[in-house]
């Protein structure tokens, strides 16, 4: 009877509505669905009044054991790190100021959530610890997201988790409009060489081992993030861990996706979401990822100002780590200009850029931010 009682609490039936929103979008839409469906499924177990699933159930379980000590994330980026090709970006090492140009939003969105925090009504950002977990949402990196929401605003992991997710899965919807705005159809139909060099195997080998060195020497505390990422390129490249390689962008990818979103969906629970505190989380998400954007096509346009040879400045939207969809829509945004100009290399090296330079922010982050 305690459970059809607490059908009368308005909060949860919102809480539905979001959480078959999201099977829907992954389901009908194709948004994320790995992710976006669990989530969903997540967000009714832990809504229904006096669900066992939660209050020391199952779901309490998993987030303790794999959310709350950050080893959900870790696992993620081993798999991440798998599936990714440096290639592109050893071919042409420049996108690599994209990769960092595009991490601009993350810190003026900070910025913006310590202001926001300040608001009469506002609980929940209480000062530099908040604004950091909200603006690692413009990371476009789900792990990297969940990575600081755990370690500095447990609080508010759900939220930004939604909204990191939602908005990678809108990345088509949310960067055409913005690149449009800051280019002109001239710049949008520049055409690019592609590196005609091939990237020898020891090069691909050393990347992954001299990227963790050198990231972590200057930023200690991104070692979990970059290590567990380069620990699964290295299995790629190595040529001879072909299993451990297959394993970890399939079986070990999906399975802790599922368990990921799930338990992520079960922090979704109405009397902690549904306040205006998410609301500014979802718009400070969306303001970060434009900004982003933003940032990596100003970056582009700026050193055009002193090459001869020019970089499409739509390049630079790439820089964000939402990979690969960001280099599918700037190919396509590319080819709607001039049906013959390819320039999906350049995409995916400032793309892949885009995850390194995600990680290390978050790293820094870490590092500085008491």
């Not at 539905?16 to 839409?29: E, N, P, Y």
């Not at 996108?95 to 926001?116: K, N, S």
């Not at 960067?175 to 090069?203: F, G």
């Not at 306040?275 to 982003?292: K, R």
Request: glycine fraction near 10%.
């Amino acid at each position: 009877m305690a459970g059809i009682q607490g059908m009368a609490d308005w909060r949860v039936w919102v809480m539905f509505v979001v959480g078959l929103t999201l099977i829907w979008l992954a389901v009908r839409k194709k948004y994320e669905p790995n992710l976006l469906l669990p989530m969903g499924f997540g967000c009714l177990l832990a809504n229904i009044p006096q669900s066992s699933a939660v209050g020391g159930g199952f779901l309490d379980i998993l987030f303790k054991a794999g959310i709350a000590n950050e080893l959900f994330p870790i696992l993620i980026f081993v798999g991440v790190g798998a599936m990714i090709d440096f290639g592109p970006l050893l071919q042409d090492p420049e996108m690599l100021f994209f990769g960092a140009a595009a991490q601009l939003g993350i810190f003026l969105t900070m910025m913006l959530a310590l202001v926001v925090g300040r608001l009469p009504g506002v609980e929940g950002i209480t000062g530099l610890r908040e604004a950091a977990a909200i603006g690692i949402i413009g990371a476009a990196d789900g792990p990297t997201s969940i990575y600081v929401a755990a370690r500095f605003a447990p609080g508010l992991i759900g939220p930004i988790t939604v909204a990191a997710y939602s908005y990678m899965a809108l990345v088509p919807i949310i960067q055409p409009p913005v690149v449009r705005l800051l280019t002109t159809r001239d710049e949008r139909m520049i055409r690019m060489r592609n590196p005609e060099h091939e990237v020898s195997r020891a090069v691909r080998i050393i990347f992954p081992i001299a990227v963790t060195l050198i990231a972590g020497v200057l930023a200690p505390m991104s070692v979990a993030l970059v290590g567990s990422l380069m620990f699964g390129n290295l299995l790629r490249e190595s040529g001879v861990t072909e299993r451990l390689s297959a394993t970890a962008q399939n079986e070990l990818t999906s399975l802790v996706t599922m368990v990921l979103g799930i338990t992520i969906g079960s922090t979704m629970q109405g009397e902690r979401f549904l306040n205006l505190t998410t609301l500014l989380i979802l718009s400070m998400g969306l303001i970060a990822f434009i900004l982003d954007t933003a940032a990596g096509v100003l970056f582009a346009k700026l050193m055009n100002l002193f090459r001869k040879q020019k970089i499409n400045p739509m390049i630079g939207a790439c820089g964000i780590s939402a990979f690969p969809m960001s280099a599918r829509v700037i190919q396509r945004m590319a080819q709607q200009e001039d049906g013959s100009n390819f320039i999906i290399m350049h995409a995916v090296g400032a793309n892949v850029a885009g995850q390194i330079g995600s990680i290390i922010a978050g790293g820094l982050i870490l590092a500085l931010v008491r």
